[in-house]
């Protein structure tokens, strides 16, 4: 029975993007300054809203919440995204699948490595939101854990599929990694409800797990309800986008062996 | 599991009317060969003459439009995850990051390729390849002889059965391109594997190989051990052989 998620073999993928963070300081600051920078900058636009705005004003935390909410699904697509560019930038394709490591597996590290860098991007924005807002968005509870996990499986999912898309159409489409996250932005009610949208709009928000988590996490904030049923929608969407997005790759990346992309990809 | 049925005993690989076409061009046409086992084998060819391609398909990176191949008992096109932790590759053109360390980017693959026990393969290596003074140093600010032993270490991390080398000498200076070829041959004495090399150097493939396939426009043109070519051809060495068959225009495909 062939295994087909082998430990040694996702511990040898971490290890190599492990060794790749640890090897620049620089890199590491760079992953927490801009969740930092997002927060200090609706920080202060909060505490302006406070004094301005009835509807921030009865959820002191709710902006501050959602951009470091938004920074977790942003971190967890870049990272995956980003780990497999290096893997192209480094022409390291080739070398790595004819070693015996499968798709899913490296599919399956990524994800734990985007976990870790996630963590180091937002923790310091998070706890530096205590002593600059007097916001602990760990008063949420377990319903940050809720939120937490959901926004990171969307952006693995959001990831896996940039990844595929780059591996087939080369380093040309590189930009997907930043553009994909982004297009869904404006329609996930990060900052604000989903009912702002456009009628014709929010069907495409409701098809998306962010909407219920950060429709969710204000239900959390202002009316002290953790809704079921915003979370289930985000599981059950979370698990249609990852099998799907999975799929995807895994058709790709057969493509590639047809086209020998595996051996061409470069700088 | 691996199927041998399709395999003769004594044989690493078996490869028939193996065919690969990118759109209109055909990179190589329905080549059939066998490798024995412990040999060493030289796939010599010009440029674009599907050696690299042929070699792709071995390993099981690029997919054939046609025919089969059975690498160590088993059939790579439906289970290479079997043939892969006893296979290994090099090449010049395939790299690995630069920005790990020699010691780092060998124990990611030791890891990748199963080793049992992976920080004393690599120290067991970075000793048989003299890589310790540069062991801690980024990949990519090695110098290229010291890349060539570092990816030469990568391709004998898993102690492979079946060695598939890409022009292993390129661009080395003759003295590194000398120790390499001295290694790879005590490498298969001592331990029996089989060793498919792809070169323009046809030194290198009189000292080290006992069978060669002379690749041209994707087809076998000729096959046969280096002295039994020069024999056939009543040439000097291996060098006028290639030249004959490089530059005549009705010979490809004769001897398929």
Known sequence: ?267 | MADSSHQPDGIAIAARDLEKRFENVTAVGGISFDVRLGSVTALLGGNGAGKTTTIAMLLGLLVPTGGTIYVLGTDILADRHTALPRMNFSSPYVDMPHRLSVYENLLVYANLYGVSEPRDRVRELARDLELEAFLNRPLGKASAGQKTRAALAKALINQPDLLLLDEPTASLDPDTADWVRGYLDDYRRRTGATIVLASHNMAEIERLCDHVLIMKEGRIADRGAPEELSARYGRQNLEEVFLEIARSRNRAGAAR
């Open chain 1, 1 to 267: 029975m062939p295994v087909l998620l082998d430990p040694q073999r996702l511990w040898g993928m971490m290890l190599r993007h492990w060794y790749l963070l640890r090897s620049s300081w620089p890199r590491i600051l760079e992953l927490a300054y801009w969740p930092t920078f997002q927060l200090l900058l609706w920080g202060f636009i909060t505490t302006f809203f406070l004094t301005h705005s009835s509807w921030v004003a009865q959820a002191a935390g709710v902006l501050i919440s959602a951009v470091l909410l938004w920074d977790v699904l942003f971190r967890s697509n870049l990272g995956l995204s980003l780990m497999f560019l290096e893997e192209m930038w480094a022409r390291n394709l080739g070398q790595l699948f004819i070693s015996p490591l499968r798709p899913l597996e490296m599919v399956g590290a990524l994800m734990v490595m985007s976990f870790l860098r996630t963590i180091i991007s937002v923790t310091p924005a998070a706890l530096l939101a205590l002593p600059f807002f007097d916001v602990w968005i760990f008063d949420l509870g377990l319903s940050l854990v809720a939120f937490f996990v959901n926004l990171m499986v969307m952006g693995w999912a959001v990831g896996i599929l940039v990844s595929a898309l780059v591996l087939r159409l080369g380093l040309g489409a590189e930009s997907l990694a930043w553009l994909g996250i982004f297009l869904v932005a404006p329609i996930s009610g990060i900052y604000y409800p989903i009912d702002v949208l456009p009628d014709w709009l929010e069907p495409v928000a409701w098809s998306l797990p962010s909407s219920y988590v950060f429709e969710g996490m204000r239900a959390v904030l202002f009316d002290n309800v953790f809704r079921w049923d915003l979370f289930a929608g985000a599981v059950g969407l979370n698990v249609l986008y990852l099998i799907f997005c999975t799929g995807v790759f895994l058709y790709l990346f057969g493509v590639a062996r047809k086209r020998g992309l595996l051996l061409q990809q470069g700088e």
